[in-house]
């Protein structure tokens, strides 16, 4: 589709802008002023017609020809054209139409210009051209000190109008582009996942891309300055493009591209008469991000760091059945399950919510301690209340101090968010004295990065081991890690065999790759790669929400309602939205 044709010029001071005037006016094809529509009386009076119009309700045309004769800087000029076909389609084959498209837009025009909107002057005259019906435009400042026209303002100029004229097709392309961007979206994660998979039966090893990082790597070791993609030399430079070219040839990315192009490509045919030109990927702004990844993988790899791949880990704990179980009073017990699934149910509405804080609330004034957690969580996550960190260490604390772990634990980790890491080791120590295997991971994790404390691999290896022994599959993938980076390949295979009996497919990745290791941050460089290159290609989504009749991620609601609240929202006004429109279809 070609939509909108936008052609721009200037006429300079003398240079005949009077005659351009006379000629838009009058030349064959211009629809004169008639009797029918506002101009009737002016033109009944008019010795002369013409097909001028304005924001006026009448155009003299000698009158304007003497203003832009006389105009002391430029006055531009402007081609609108539409082919007949759009034109007829969408009601822009008459002066008319045309005139209240401007009339609409003259504010914005004069902004793009940097002309104030009480000094912005035009004219236009509409010509029904056989396959381009089109206007002439002119325009020029009443204040000869205003008045600029950049690249980005003649865009915005077409952009404005053609929102408006394409409006409803538009707002079609648009229904179309989220559904499209939806599934390249799902591509891309699939993608992501299935060269996992590839990697893991060994057909995706990469060893291409593998060596162009260790060549990197030891090239930033002689690199001054910041370790960043703009900082860096161009040889270095043309080292990373090479590895991001190399990961866009996988087919997976190559793909996920091709659609992401073929979109881009659809949607600016709106805007632009040239075809959009299909850069390598990593040459396209939109996917830059990748290349300061590529070079943090490439440090990582040269300062030996170890990564956890722990991203999938699930430790909301809850609390334990018997601290329930040793409350007497059963009603009790009862009022508190019905809050908790209440707030546990992503379908529940805020005023639900809300009661179901109100009732754990006169449980804990009543004497029952285990509401305390889920207070606690409330808080933390803005169920039913507006997020308060201070509020919800508060109330794990209080937990906390009853000796619950799940509540230490949980203690611990907002204490960490919240950089209080000294504070943080003691709740997970505590948990982790109770046998809490998410502590004694966590605990392992900071001794072992020196996160807030003293680096100390060998207290970290006996926190890892004590989560590893309680059954944490991530503290046992860690372990074996560990035991390979110091050549121990027994200890390191024991620990892998007992991460991949849980299912861990990082731990079995090793497994498969045993007879032919190599380092393993080298190893797991191009998997975390993808990794990052499926995340830019959903933050290129236009659509990131979840469509409708799909569940979304309850930490990404949770996240979206602080937003939400952030920017001054009401917590529920979506929910009051889609209960309206059930109402309506009911």
Same mark, same amino acid.
């Given at each position: 589709m070609q939509g909108l044709i936008q052609k721009s010029g200037y006429i300079k001071p003398g240079g005949g802008a009077g005659n351009y005037a006379e000629y838009i006016a009058t030349r064959d094809g211009v629809e004169?002023?008639?009797?029918?529509?506002?101009? *009737?009386?002016?033109?009944?009076?008019r010795p002369r017609s013409h097909g001028l119009f304005s924001n006026t309700e009448s155009v003299d045309l000698e009158m304007t020809m003497k203003e832009v004769s006389n105009h002391p800087t430029p006055v531009w000029t402007f081609i609108y054209s539409l082919r007949r076909e759009d034109a007829a389609r969408l009601g822009y084959d008459s002066a008319a139409s045309w005139r209240r498209l401007l009339l609409a837009h003259q504010t914005e025009l004069a902004e793009a210009m940097k002309i104030l909107p009480s000094q912005f002057r035009w004219c236009a005259a509409f010509h029904d051209e056989k396959h381009h019906p089109h206007i002439h435009m002119m325009v020029w400042s009443a204040d000869p000190t205003q008045g600029h026209l950049t690249e980005q303002g003649i865009k915005t100029m077409r952009s404005k109008l053609t929102n408006d004229i394409f409006r409803d097709e538009l707002l079609h392309l648009y229904q179309q582009k989220n559904l499209s961007y939806q599934e390249v979206r799902d591509a891309a994660q699939e993608a992501m996942s299935q060269l996992i998979? !590839? *990697?893991?039966?060994?057909? $995706?090893? $990469?060893?291409?891309? !593998? !060596?162009?990082?260790?060549?990197?790597? !030891? &090239?930033?070791?002689?690199?001054k300055g910041k370790k960043v993609y703009g900082y860096l030399?161009?040889?270095? +430079? &043309?080292?990373?493009?090479a590895i991001v070219d190399e990961l866009a040839q996988l087919p997976m990315v190559a793909e996920c591209y091709k659609l992401w192009n073929k979109l881009r490509d659809e949607m600016e045919d709106y805007y632009t008469d040239k075809p959009r030109e299909h850069l390598p990927l990593s040459q396209q702004k939109e996917f830059k991000a990748i290349k300061n990844l590529v070079i943090r993988e490439a440090e990582q790899i040269r300062l030996g760091k170890i990564t956890f791949e722990d991203e999938q880990m699930d430790d909301e704990l809850a609390e334990e059945e018997e601290v329930l179980t040793s409350h007497t009073r059963l009603q009790m017990v009862n009022t508190y399950r019905k809050a908790k699934y209440v707030l546990c149910d992503d379908d529940s509405t805020w005023a639900e919510q809300e009661k179901a804080v109100r009732m754990l609330e006169q449980l804990w004034n009543n004497g029952f301690t285990a509401a305390a957690h889920q207070l606690g969580k409330c808080w933390r996550d803005g169920l039913g209340i507006y997020p308060d960190d201070d509020k919800a260490e508060l109330w794990f604390r209080r937990s906390a101090e009853a000796g619950n772990d799940f509540s230490q634990y949980a203690l611990g980790q907002l204490l960490q968010g919240r950089k209080r890491i000294e504070e943080a080791v003691g709740w997970y120590e505590k948990a982790a004295a109770q046998g809490n295997q998410f502590a004694g991971y966590r605990l392992g994790k900071l001794y072992l990065l020196g996160d807030g404390v003293? +680096?100390?691999?060998?207290?970290?290896?006996?926190?890892?081991?004590?989560?590893a022994e309680a059954g944490n599959q991530y503290a046992q993938y860690a372990l074996g890690r560990l035991h390979l980076d110091r050549q121990n390949r027994e200890q390191a295979q024991y620990w892998f065999l007992q991460s991949v009996a849980q299912g861990n497919e990082y731990a079995q990745f090793f497994l498969d790759r045993w007879d032919s290791l190599r380092p393993p941050a080298v190893m797991l460089?191009?998997?975390?790669?993808?990794?990052? *290159?499926?995340?830019?290609?959903?933050?290129?989504?236009?659509l990131p929400q979840a469509p409708a009749g799909q569940q979304t991620d309850r930490k990404l609601r949770l996240k979206i309602r602080e937003k939400k609240i952030a920017m001054g929202h009401k917590p529920d006004d979506h929910e009051e939205q889609s209960q309206g429109q059930s109402m309506t279809m009911g």
């Open positions: 004169l002023l008639n009797r029918s529509g506002q101009y *009737m009386e002016y033109i009944a009076e998979r !590839e *990697m893991e039966s060994g057909i $995706c090893d $990469c060893p291409a891309i !593998e !060596e162009k990082l260790v060549t990197l790597a !030891e &090239t930033l070791q002689n690199a030399k161009k040889p270095v +430079k &043309t080292q990373v493009d003293p +680096k100390d691999t060998e207290k970290a290896i006996v926190h890892l081991t004590q989560s460089s191009i998997t975390r790669l993808l990794h990052y *290159m499926s995340e830019i290609f959903q933050d290129n989504s236009v």
